[in-house]
T-cell receptor, first 113, second 114 residues
Framework: AQTVTQSQPEMSVQEAETVTLSCTYD???????LFWYKQPPSRQMILVIR??????QNATENRFSVNFQKAAKSFSLKISDSQLGDAAMYFC??????????FGAGTRLTVKP | KAGVTQTPRYLIKTRGQQVTLSCSPI?????VSWYQQTPGQGLQFLFE???????NKGNFPGRFSGRQFSNSRSEMNVSTLELGDSALYLC?????????????FGQGTRLTVV
């Protein structure tokens, strides 16, 4: 069974600094997608970034980038130039084909002014 | 394009009652999934519907059921509510089956069982 592990329940970063959130997953498949979702206090899950497993190049979206290590089954999220609006719960997720999306337990990110 | 719409946003029910939650996916999306989110268990998959058929199901008791209509709108029903059913219920839609795409989420329905 595919499982997703986020080992950091909480993280804190100073405004304008960089922070990295960790995620590892367990799968025997070679073709799958990985995602980072953000859930602010408004509760709506918002897609931050996604990575196709068959692509070696790490995905980037503005200040957000990932470090995808397929062999190590690691998928970390780096947030550069952190802003107050980045404060939220961040969930790592795995999905393959028609199967349901599996989520990690989440990391609560606090941004200090 | 309008996003995923869930109604109602908040609900308070008494133990033993039943409840129906509604989800309207993004226009053109045919797959709808439901998740239960609680502080203790995190996000847990309930079920997924595609073209009015349940395609996947999580490990929840039979009290939890769902359906999808021909316009892709979906409802989930919980019968004989228990205190432990208090949670945020999230609905997500995806464009099509068989594609490793991201899910687009609604704002959720906060269910409180008293």
């Amino acid at each position: 069974a595919q499982t997703v592990t986020q080992s950091q329940p909480e993280m804190s970063v100073q405004e304008a600094e960089t922070v990295t959130l960790s995620c590892t997953y367990d799968t025997s498949e070679s073709d799958y997608y990985l995602f980072w979702y953000k859930q602010p206090p408004s509760r709506q899950m918002i897609l931050v970034i996604r990575q196709e497993a068959y692509k070696q190049q790490n995905a980037t979206e503005n200040r957000f980038s990932v470090n995808f290590q397929k062999a190590a089954k690691s998928f970390s999220l780096k947030i550069s130039d952190s802003q107050l609006g980045d404060a939220a719960m961040y969930f790592c997720a795995y999905r393959r084909g028609n199967n349901d999306m599996r989520f990690g337990a989440g990391t609560r990110l606090t941004v200090k002014p | 394009k309008a996003g995923v719409t869930q109604t109602p946003r908040y609900l308070i029910k008494t133990r033993g009652q039943q409840v129906t939650l509604s989800c309207s996916p993004i226009s053109g999306h045919r797959s709808v999934s439901w998740y239960q989110q609680t502080p203790g268990q995190g996000l847990q998959f309930l079920f997924e519907y595609f073209s009015e058929t349940q395609r996947n199901k999580g490990n929840f008791p039979g009290r939890f059921s769902g359906r999808q209509f021909s316009n892709s709108r979906s409802e989930m029903n919980v019968s004989t509510l228990e205190l432990g059913d208090s949670a945020l219920y999230l609905c997500a839609s995806t464009p099509a089956a068989g594609v490793n795409t991201e899910a687009f989420f609604g704002q959720g329905t906060r269910l409180t069982v008293v």
